[in-house]
């Protein structure tokens, strides 16, 4: 029988977006706000029905389509405070530029949806749903500046290069489901752990999952759509795209790679190293020589994808929980640095070069620390949270025996200081360009002060955010 | 012994449609060709008794993916001769992708059927409905899975809407009100002005 | 199985045969007399100065892609007829939520005007 009340979180988003998008449609301009303040009740309340119907257990239902575990349920809740945050960040940003329209709260929600059921998906087919849902909606937010080319220019590549990564993963899984004869995923890894088994074609097909999973991380040699789309979407979507997805990512590689073809482990370890070793070379390297800040954003993206990977790479259960902790950590950094963008810029200015950046201690010097913090952060200085996050995957690499890969991540975390330490080198020591004071809305100040310090407050108590990961995953 | 010569029939033609598709001049025959191609499929996916993919071919693709195709081609006004000339250029990256493709294919083939012959499928009996087995399932044990394709038609609409339409109906803005147009009298629009003589 | 398709297939051929042989009787006893005037585009009389093709206005695409979604509810809607006496009320239950959403994407593209010409 099926237990609707797992899958709750779920079928309450899926109302809460008919409710908001039938709402929004017969308001007028100037009531615009009741829509952003029904998707803020949307994730509010999908929090609470998350907490109401959580389970310490791990069940599936819908004949093992989905599953609700403890991991998943903490993975969710982290995912509604982000894209609250981005919903905040955003809103300011576009009433000035004429994007208050309710399709950005609607389609948000829906990229959360696919999220959450990317999260909670059993099988295959539920999972790859799931990632197109979350696509899906993020192709149509990246073009939704319809009068700027550059953001069409964006959409348009990650659209074409999406779909051929999804044509990939989707080729794969049907090779998988051809060698294995189901698409759920504890049956799959049953079946690839017979004796004899077809690890050959396995292997073929476990490539082109790969392929997939690489593309939604933005990892090197898939990470061409990662710069452009940071770059030319409007900054409140590159927002969302850089930060939620991430979430979206690691589901998708832990379901699969982890509890689906756990035990090709020794096959994906292989692929995974090249990925990471490439990823944090051409994210850090590129990175430098960047003067758009969202651009450099971009790179630096990359080359934390590298860390993430370390964490599956390692492929132990402390592995995992490692990869967690970096996935929410860098969420957690990407979010207040896309919001410091938010921040800085005016009616039809984008602060988004470098040099916007020089001086803010001197129009500011309160927003100038906590961007101190989130730079630091990313960097990973200690005590600041970023530090730990590398620390630990750093560790998880170390103990799979692979430390030649943990000194190249030391390497590259030395490379990536340069170009974070340049913008605090901006911030305090440059003459700034224009001195005008900053002018955003109270919500959006206090929100990224505390999604800043909270890097903070994290990095003083590593341990309760990493042992809250271990505990969830189980 | 029928079905194997209609096999080779069909796919031939199929070859036939797809090489024409990439060979043809003008992009609108190209996408004919497809049209014709995907018919060929279906009727392949036909012969594998999977009789709804070859129904939902015909009626999903080549009754309204292609019409679309059809619209993008004309809105788009592509010159082929142009996007001909990159074509020795990518030819070694097609072969390539091709062949490893090939390689994959029968890799698996391969495997799958390593120290086994091939046991040719038993057909169905002539009651055998594929499109019911296939419902049998999709709407019991995959029903979550139905519910989130829901999902993604209605994103769809919603990112066709959000990304493609613009309203005319701005302030200001002359538009053809055709009701309005169809109702009026000649005494809307006519004034029948008596002038009297004029003197000098 | 595949005996229930015989029909169609001696359609298809009595189709494409009538095609071929309709095309290859114009062709052989027809009296061509092509030189390069007939054969150039006719243009009242002054040369073509453009393609024959017109570009289409971008509002066409939103009616195909909405004709696609809901030709695709279609497909979700026949196999679902057809197994309707093996799926029973759940099924009915689970294609009522199917259809309710799409209602709803319908409610939206009526009320945002995406149906409208103008």
């Given at each position: 029988m099926i237990d609707y009340a797992l899958a709750a979180p779920e079928i309450f988003m899926t109302a809460a977006i008919c409710v908001v998008l039938i709402v929004d449609v017969f308001l007028r301009q100037e009531k615009r706000w009741i829509t952003y303040t029904l998707s803020m009740f949307a994730l509010v309340g999908a929090a609470v029905v998350s907490l109401l119907f959580g389970t310490d257990s791990v069940a599936t239902t819908f004949s093992g389509s989905y599953v609700a575990d403890p991991a998943g349920n903490a993975l969710k809740l982290f995912a509604y405070v982000i894209v609250a945050l981005v919903f905040l960040y955003s809103r300011d940003y576009l009433e000035r530029n004429g994007l208050y329209k309710g399709e950005f709260f609607v389609l948000g929600l829906f990229g959360l949806l696919g999220l959450m059921i990317l999260v909670s998906g059993n099988n295959l087919l539920v999972l790859y749903l799931g990632l197109e849902l979350q696509a899906l909606s993020l192709y149509a937010l990246v073009a939704f500046n319809r009068d700027s080319a550059a953001a069409a220019e964006s959409a348009m590549k990650y659209f074409v290069l999406g779909s051929i990564a999804s044509g990939m993963l989707l080729y794969g899984i049907s090779i998988l489901y051809g060698i294995a004869g189901t698409i759920e995923l504890g049956p799959l890894a049953a079946a690839l752990t017979e004796p004899g088994g077809l690890t050959v074609p396995a292997i073929v097909g476990l490539a082109f999952v790969i392929v997939g999973v690489a593309f939604k991380f933005g990892?090197?040699?898939?990470?061409?759509?990662i710069p452009d789309v940071y770059q030319g979407a409007p900054t409140p979507i590159a927002l969302y795209v850089g930060s939620a997805p991430k979430i979206a990512a690691f589901a998708l590689a832990w379901r699969?790679?982890?509890?689906?073809?756990g035990p090709l482990h020794v096959d994906w370890q292989g692929m995974l190293v090249i990925l990471c070793v490439l990823s944090l070379v051409l994210g850090n390297f590129l990175a430098i020589v960047q003067t758009n800040f969202k651009r450099m954003l971009g790179y630096s993206t990359i080359s934390h994808v590298g860390f993430i990977l370390m964490g599956f790479i390692a492929g132990t259960e402390n592995g995992v929980r490692d990869a967690m902790f970096y996935t929410i950590v860098y969420v957690l950094m990407a979010t207040a640095a896309f919001g410091m963008i938010i921040l800085l810029s005016r009616r039809g200015f984008e602060a988004e070069s470098l040099d916007d950046f020089k001086g803010l201690n001197q129009r500011s010097p309160w927003f100038a620390f906590v961007m101190l913090l989130i730079m630091f952060s990313m960097t990973g200085?200690?005590?600041?949270?970023g530090f730990y996050a590398k620390l630990v995957v750093l560790q998880s690499v170390i103990e799979a025996g692979l430390v030649w890969l943990a000194a190249l991540g030391v390497v590259a975390a030395v490379v990536g200081a340069f170009y974070y330490l340049r913008i605090v080198w901006y911030m305090y020591f440059a003459e700034a360009k224009d001195s005008s004071p900053l002018v955003a809305a109270t919500d959006l100040r206090t929100a990224i002060s505390v999604n800043g310090l909270s890097l903070l407050a994290l990095g003083l108590f590593p341990g309760y955010l990493l042992n809250l990961c271990a505990s969830v995953l189980g | 012994m029928v079905t194997t010569v209609l096999f080779y029939a069909f796919a031939a033609i199929l070859l036939v449609a797809a090489l024409g598709v990439i060979t043809a001049r003008n992009p609108v025959h190209s996408v004919l060709f497809l049209v014709f191609a995907f018919l060929q499929s279906a009727v392949l996916w036909l012969l594998l008794e999977a009789e709804f993919l070859a129904i939902t071919l015909v009626v999903v693709y080549v009754g309204a993916v292609m019409v679309l195709f059809l619209f993008v081609v004309m809105m788009l006004n592509i010159n082929v001769e142009e996007l001909r000339s990159g074509f020795t250029r990518y030819l070694p990256l097609g072969i390539g992708v091709a062949l490893v493709v090939v390689i994959e294919i029968a890799n698996v083939i391969w495997f799958r059927s390593e120290g086994q012959a091939f046991v040719t499928p038993t057909p169905h009996a002539a009651d055998y409905s594929n499109t019911k087995e296939l419902g049998g399932v999709l709407y019991t044990e995959h029903v979550f899975a139905l519910e989130i394709a829901a999902m993604l038609l209605l994103l769809a609409i919603v990112a066709a809407i959000t990304l493609t339409m613009r309203t005319r109906h701005r302030p200001g803005l002359k538009v053809q009100d055709v009701p309005a147009q169809v109702a009026v009298r000649a005494e809307d629009r006519i004034r029948v002005v008596k002038v009297g003589p004029v003197k000098e | 199985m595949l005996a229930n398709y015989l029909p169609i297939l001696i359609f298809v051929i009595v189709a494409a045969g009538l095609g071929v042989v309709l095309l290859g009787i114009g062709f052989v006893l027809g009296r061509g007399q092509k030189d390069q005037e007939k054969l150039s585009a006719y243009e009242c009389g002054f040369e073509a100065f453009e393609d024959t093709r017109n570009r289409f206005d971008v509002r066409y695409y939103l009616v195909a892609i909405l004709f696609i979604l809901f030709d695709l509810e279609l497909a979700f809607f026949v196999p679902w007829a057809v197994s309707l006496d093996a799926v029973g009320l759940f099924g009915i239950g689970a294609m009522g939520v199917f259809l309710a959403l799409l209602v709803v994407g319908f409610i939206y593209e009526w009320k945002k005007g995406a149906l409208e010409w103008d």
């Open positions: 990892a090197v040699p898939f990470h061409m759509w699969v790679l982890v509890e689906g073809l200085v200690p005590p600041l949270v | - | -």
